[in-house]
């Protein structure tokens, strides 16, 4: 039986590849690969939204974690974090021209 770390991570990278199956696919998972990546303003404000509610769960994680685990959470927070300030702050998604 998997723990509530295990199937928090879980959770948050299905959610991710949901999000952005060009992602998904650079991942190695190919359940998306019928999807194109999409840059509507409503898709983003749904990913930003979700980043920020995993960023939240995993600052407040409930359980006691081994030292691993813990530099994992960590490690996915800064990575969350960095994903925030790309699309949030940076907008880098309008100014990439080999997206549009």
């Not at 509610?53 to 359980?63: D, G, K, S, T």
């Amino acid at each position: 039986m998997a723990t509530l770390w295990e199937q928090t991570v879980d959770e948050i990278l299905h959610a991710l590849w949901e999000d952005d199956p060009v992602f998904a696919t650079a991942c190695g998972v190919h359940d998306h690969d019928h999807r194109l990546a999409t840059l509507a303003p409503d898709a983003i404000a749904h990913h930003l939204d979700r980043l920020k509610q995993f960023i939240r769960r995993l600052e407040q994680f409930p359980e006691p974690l081994s030292l691993n685990d813990d530099a994992d959470r960590q490690a996915l927070l800064a990575w969350l974090r960095g994903q925030v300030i790309d699309w949030e702050v940076l907008q880098w998604h309008t100014k990439e021209p080999s997206l549009y």
